[in-house]
């Protein structure tokens, strides 16, 4: 089970977590403008990293608030934590496994 | 190839079992072949077979980074069934279905396919719905499947408890008595053998690390750590690494990887006689021909390419199990161990060309993949050879995403299997 930090609670669980996939994703805000590859782009095509990926996940059985964060996913450790709206941090790729 | 039957055994074992050759060559990559696939699972060697068998093609390779059959090919719990939903996937499931029935005589390699009857279990109303609509869509579609009550239920498998006081009692459930099991490795085994024996290479540990392309943007070539090899047709069959395989050619496609876990207990007599599933308690159960209970769990929440998950997940699955048959509540597992899974938004497989010619796609399987070995490999080479889709791959496309034209099985295939 992973040990997720919540950027308001803490370290805790992953039980304690929904996960919500890849961050970033910015829902149009002109919709009516896009084409239908736009769409299937927005609705379904993911990144799907292996590697450093940016994913969301809520503090559900806690404070329920979403975070995103920094995971490789080749080793599941998590990198970074940081707060819905913030920009993606910069890594330091010299270490900083935590 | 040495042809396997009972007589061939015994003369080599009289006689010291000493002229048994390999079943295939290990072969090393030729500077250019008329065709490639990338990934040695069972679907990318049975794509192979049936380039070489069915179309003609045997200037051909299947490149694989591990060894063959070391992917999610060898470590599912090889549920093999066709009770899906639309018409579409009952065509695909089906078609399969019908290849796994004689496949050992064809491949002349005993896959074990033991079709004995798949039961998945209602719990509610909901699925008592769902599974109903699905046994009489399967028979529209001519899928047997029928509806037990939870007696009848008991009366197929008895270890199942359908005492109304466990936490979700059975209320009936849908059997596929044309389902069953495999043999994973077998599988993959049978593939390769009979595909070398027509003139496949079968390189293993040679990873594909990038595409080269013409002026017309259309493949010419693969990148490997053994070197560069040329073809104008690349079919890739890489299951939980297709995103990363696909992305070297600059095509992304709608696909998440998750961990999806499975573990066994130690051997015992033949206890089991069935393959029983529920998607609502996220289990389900067979015995192999070895005596260990397989026993699947639900995917991990997250995506990874670690090949493990979380063990919440299999003590999860455990609890049900033992609800429902308790009979196995002292039994001892000996190993547990997770595959990667690439899962699309509508639970049904891709099966196609892609835009770049010359570059072809059969991913998306999920959790569900094995059942459909010999149909998708089969279909998947015709679209290969031809460049264009057989009638019953051609709804599996990339584009249904962009065209609104989904074929939603989350409901078959809601959990693992
Ligand atoms: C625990 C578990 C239980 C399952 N249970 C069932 C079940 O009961 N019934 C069912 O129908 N399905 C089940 N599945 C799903 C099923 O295993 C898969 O859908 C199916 O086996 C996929 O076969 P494949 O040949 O496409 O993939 P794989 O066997 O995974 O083969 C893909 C191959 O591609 C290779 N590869 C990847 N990248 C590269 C590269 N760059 N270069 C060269 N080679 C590469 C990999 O090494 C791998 O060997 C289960 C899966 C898991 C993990
Ligand atoms: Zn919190």
Redesign the pocket.
Same mark, same amino acid.
């Given at each position: 089970m992973l040990l997720i930090q919540c950027p308001y609670c803490g370290p805790r669980p992953e039980l304690e977590f929904a996960y919500g996939g890849q961050a970033h994703i910015a829902r149009p805000l002109k919709p009516a403008d896009l084409n239908d590859d736009e769409w299937a782009a927005f609705l379904y095509m993911r990144v799907n990293t292996k590697g450093v990926h940016a994913e969301r996940w809520r503090h559900a059985r806690g404070c329920n608030r979403f975070f995103n964060a920094l995971r490789d996913t080749t080793t599941d450790h998590f990198l970074a934590v940081y707060k819905t709206g913030e920009a993606r941090p910069a890594l330091n790729t010299a270490g900083g496994h935590s | 190839m040495q042809r396997f039957s009972a007589f061939s055994i015994i003369r080599r074992g009289l006689t010291g079992n000493e002229s048994w050759r390999p079943q295939w060559r290990r072969a090393s990559p030729k500077a250019s072949y008329d065709a490639i696939i990338?990934? !040695? !699972?069972?679907?990318? +060697?049975g794509a192979a077979y049936y380039l070489a068998k069915e179309h003609g093609l045997t200037n051909i390779a299947v490149? @694989? $980074?591990?060894w063959?059959?070391?992917?999610?090919?060898?470590?599912?719990?090889?549920?093999?069934r066709s009770n899906y939903l639309f018409d579409e996937s009952a065509a695909l499931y089906d078609h399969s279905v019908k290849l796994w029935e004689d496949l050992s005589q064809v491949l002349n390699y005993n896959v074990m396919f033991s079709p004995r009857g798949v039961m998945m279990l209602a719990h509610n109303v909901h699925d008592i719905q769902v599974l109903k609509r699905h046994v009489h869509a399967n028979r529209c579609n001519g899928v047997d499947n029928e509806w037990l009550s939870a007696e009848q239920a008991k009366e197929f498998c008895p270890p199942l408890n359908i005492s109304p006081d466990i936490r979700y009692p059975v209320l009936g459930a849908a059997l596929q008595r044309r389902g069953g099991t495999a043999r994973?490795d077998a599988v993959?085994w049978g593939y390769a053998r009979a595909a070398d024996a027509l003139g496949v290479d079968i390189i293993e540990n040679? @990873?594909?690390?990038g595409f080269q392309k013409d002026a017309h943007g259309a493949i010419e070539a693969v990148q490997?750590t053994r070197g560069l090899i040329r073809t104008k047709k690349v079919g890739v069959?890489?299951? !939980?690494?297709t995103s990363?395989?696909l992305g070297l050619a600059g095509v992304s496609l709608p696909l998440e990887s998750f961990p +999806?876990?499975?573990l066994v207990s130690e051997p015992i007599k033949p206890a089991f006689p069935c393959v029983v599933m529920s998607n609502t308690i996220h289990a389900?159960i067979s015995q192999s021909d070895k005596g260990e209970l397989v026993i699947?769990?639900g995917t991990d929440a997250y995506t990874s390419y670690t090949q493990r998950g979380g063990l919440h997940i299999n003590t999860h699955t455990l609890d049900a199990i033992c609800e429902l048959f308790p009979m196995f509540r002292r039994m001892q597992m000996l190993r547990n161990? !997770?595959?990667?899974?690439d899962v699309t938004p509508d639970r049904s497989p891709i099966i196609a060309k892609t835009p770049v010619p010359g570059l072809y796609v059969?991913?998306g399987?999920?959790?569900?993949?094995? $059942?459909?070995?010999p149909g998708s490999a089969n279909v998947f080479a015709w679209t290969i050879a031809r460049d264009e889709p057989h009638p019953i791959n051609a709804p599996f496309t990339i584009e249904r995403f962009r065209d609104g034209f989904l074929i939603d099985e989350a409901a078959a295939a809601a959990v693992?299997?």
């Open positions: - | 990338v990934g !040695g !699972g069972g679907h990318g +060697l490149i @694989e $980074k591990g063959i059959g070391g992917g999610n090919t060898g470590r599912n719990t090889t549920i093999i994973h993959a040679c @990873e594909v690390t490997t069959s890489a299951a !939980g690494n990363v395989v +999806l876990q499975a389900y699947g769990a161990w !997770g595959g990667i899974v059969n991913c399987w999920g959790t569900g993949g094995f $059942k459909a070995t693992a299997h």
